[in-house]
T-cell receptor
Framework: SQTIHQWPATLVQPVGSPLSLECTVEGTSNPNLYWYRQAAGRGLQLLFYSVGIGQISSEVPQNLSASRPQDRQFILSSKKLLLSDSGFYLC???????????FGDGTRLSIL | KNEVEQSPQNLTAQEGEFITINCSYSVGISALHWLQQHPGGGIVSLFMLSSGKKKHGRLIATINIQEKHSSLHITASHPRDSAVYICAAFMKTSYDKVIFGPGTSLSVIP
């Protein structure tokens, strides 16, 4: 069966520090991968999606970047975190377009 | 106006009550996804539907494409159903663009 792993679960970082969040999927190949952010009291917002290795598309301009170095690995990064980057970050995968998305457990990021 | 709206925003029910959560959308969609977010933040996929009705255990989801409306029903509610329920609209685009509703926070009291 397919599983998705996301880590760390919680992270406290100072403003201006770098960020790296990792997400891996097991039990499937060539999944569509997604990064979402949920700010406090707000709905989920799509940050990045990827349909294949090295293929990254962004929904909104921001301080973050994403990479997909391997088929089932999706990384969310920042060179310098801002206070506004605080939130709950979720990775998700789907078998393909129009298919249900399956979510990781999320990373709660606090910027101090 | 948000493209995907949910009502009510918050809901408190007594154990055993029948619960309805509504989702309306203003855009063309290919499918609608109902999700459950637990207090710790983890999200579970409940239903994905593009027409009619689906049932799983005590949960029932319906969608009316013409009226751009979907409902999630919970029969015989239980405290373990307490969570945030989110509807997500899959857009008719070349990729999986999904617009999420703001969520409905449900609390079921014993």
């Amino acid at each position: 069966s397919q599983t998705i792993h996301q880590w760390p679960a919680t992270l406290v970082q100072p403003v201006g520090s770098p960020l790296s969040l990792e997400c891996t999927v097991e039990g499937t190949s060539n999944p569509n991968l997604y990064w979402y952010r949920q700010a406090a009291g707000r709905g989920l917002q799509l940050l990045f999606y990827s349909v294949g290795i090295g293929q990254i598309s962004s929904e909104v301009p921001q301080n973050l970047s994403a990479s997909r170095p391997q088929d089932r690995q999706f990384i969310l990064s920042s060179k310098k975190l801002l206070l506004s980057d605080s939130g709950f970050y979720l990775c998700a995968w789907s078998p393909g377009r129009g298919q249900p998305q399956h979510f990781g457990d999320g990373t709660r990021l606090s910027i101090l | 106006k948000n493209e995907v709206e949910q009502s009510p925003q918050n809901l408190t029910a007594q154990e055993g009550e029948f619960i309805t959560i509504n989702c309306s959308y203003s855009v063309g969609i290919s499918a609608l996804h109902w999700l459950q977010q637990h207090p710790g933040g983890g999200i579970v996929s409940l239903f994905m539907l593009s027409s009619g009705k689906k049932k799983h255990g005590r949960l029932i989801a319906t969608i009316n494409i013409q009226e751009k409306h979907s409902s999630l029903h919970i029969t015989a509610s239980h405290p373990r159903d307490s969570a945030v329920y989110i509807c997500a609209a899959f857009m008719k685009t070349s990729y999986d663009k999904v617009i999420f509703g703001p969520g409905t926070s449900l609390s079921v009291i014993p």
